[in-house]
């Protein structure tokens, strides 16, 4: 082990320990460990609200009782899950311009994270270029509901929610560096010594504003005269893996890709998502009417990411029962229920995976024989394929059973992928676990002495 971490460390950990030491990844990270209360929180509400969709038991006696209230106590799921990409745009401008302000760059972080909130917000509503003029969205459909450019989705604004993550992170490092460029280059109004901190901070922003306001507006009207967005944008690079789905290799590259941008600390799931759906539920129509086509319906939640993105159940699991780090148990008992439902996002910002190199394998690893394994389980016809439609947080072996109507053997075969994945996060979680309790050790030692 000792060897194999030897080498992880010159050819991956080293040049990924560079990565994070970039200004840019850090903010990512800051934004990522700031919102565990959120993500936290949201998942528990979350959580409760589909219990009744995982035991249909439970459905009479929840519409009887706490479904009345539902539309109220899932306002904290709306707006902490909801408008997770707000709390990126604000943290990643205010971490982000912090740390330039450590450096001696005449900054301040609250200007930092308004400037970046500004030009994210300036991206959110949609356009259109018709006979030369600009125009707002204006759709109300059965399928659609567009009001002067916004869109409106589940659960609130649409690109409010974590497929807007990566826009926000854009947005946030553009006004950050060109707030940074102004305030290098004295393009900035200078107040008296006199005028009190808040006013004067106000007004070195003023300029900076200006130019963040007219680089984002001229950003979004060429695009839109091109037929686009920043959010179509992003969809582009992804759009191929529509025609991977139903082989092997389509499958373990559509789980390299969630999983890439999963590490980066973009939702993953949200981005592909859109484009293999449509494809996922015709390959599940195709299996009622006689085929078998593994990869169909809820292929991923019943076979593949047990616990959420990277299979993390068993590393949850692993958190609450054998972790030595106060760090990693107290993280593990907090994410244990929302885990046991697919819901993870405490666990990956919060350990953090995101930008981890101690757990960056495991996190593509996982997934990728996870899936693998399943895919060649139906494929050679030893397990029934999917044709029912079971609801994503449904716990391990539960959506299995009932998405291949009723086959044992997808309950055996979940439970082989769940031990599959924990046999591959063992060693690299053990390490990481030993590592923080040294530091954590350390830190106590210190106090210690210090008193």
Known sequence: MNKGFAILEKYLMGPMGKLASFRFVRAIMGAGLASIPFTIVGSMFLVFNILPLTFS????????????????????NKCTMGILSLYFSIVIGYEYTKIYE??????????????????????????????????????LTKTES?????????????RLGTSGIFTAIIMGALAVNLYVFCVKKNLIVKMPDAVPPGVSRAFTALIPAFVITFATLII??????????????????????????????????????????????????????PFI????????ETNITGGHIPFAGEFNNSFVIMGGSGATLGLCLYLVFLAKSDQLKILGKASIVPSIFNINEPLVFGIPIVYNPYLAIPFFLAPICAGSIAYW???LEFVNPIIAQVPWPSPIG????????????????ALLTFFVAFAIYYPFIKFYDTKLLKEEQSNASQEAVTQ
């Open 57 to 76: 038991g439970l459905e009479n006696f929840f519409n009887a009782t706490f479904f009345k209230f539902s539309d109220l106590y899932m306002l904290v």
């Open 102 to 139: 450590e450096e001696g760059v005449g900054v301040n972080p609250l200007n930092g994270a308004l400037l970046s909130v500004a030009a994210f917000f300036m991206c959110i509503p949609e356009l259109v270029h018709e006979n030369g003029k600009f125009v707002l969205v204006q759709s």
């Open 146 to 158: 567009v009001v002067g450019g916004w869109r409106i989705g589940g659960s609130s604004l649409d």
């Open 220 to 273: 979004n009207g060429v695009l839109v005269a091109l037929g686009t967005d920043i959010f179509k944008m992003i969809a582009i690079p992804f759009g191929f893996v529509t025609n991977l789905t139903n082989s092997w290799l389509g499958v373990c590259v559509i789980l390299f890709l969630i999983h890439a941008l999963w590490i980066v600390g973009i939702h993953g799931a949200n981005i592909i998502s």
């Open 277 to 284: 759906t449509p494809i996922t539920l015709a390959n599940l």
């Open 377 to 379: 389980a139906i494929k």
């Open 398 to 413: 539960l959506g299995a059973f009932i998405g291949t109507a009723g086959d044992f053997r997808a309950v055996i075969l």
